[in-house]
């Protein structure tokens, strides 16, 4: 039974591992997306590759192209693995 269930508990701590803002409008066609992703689940590189993916997405599902105006590292960088997170602004042009 516990060998059962350990996959299942395993899966369900890695999923809790990466955090999104979900598409934010902040201006006028402007928004913000900001991913955080933790480093067993590929920290930054991950997070700068979520943002990138889904601000694209959200871009295209209007007919448009993204529009990077801007994107940063985030996180807290005393800890080893930073950067873990990015925020992106960006507009759909």
Known sequence: MR???LPVIAG?????CGLSSGVVPVAPGI???SEMRAPV?????E???AVLV???GFCQQQ?????VIDLRPDGDPRIRDWPTAFDLTFQCG
Request: aromatic content about 4%; charged content about 15%; cysteine-free.
């Open 54 to 56: 889904g601000a694209a």
């Open 12 to 16: 369900a701590l890695l999923a809790g």
């Open 3 to 5: 060998l059962v269930l």
């Open 63 to 67: 007919g448009r192209r993204l529009m």
């Open 41 to 45: 689940r590929g920290g930054g590189a």
């Open 31 to 33: 928004y913000a997306l």
């Open 47 to 49: 997070a700068q590759r």
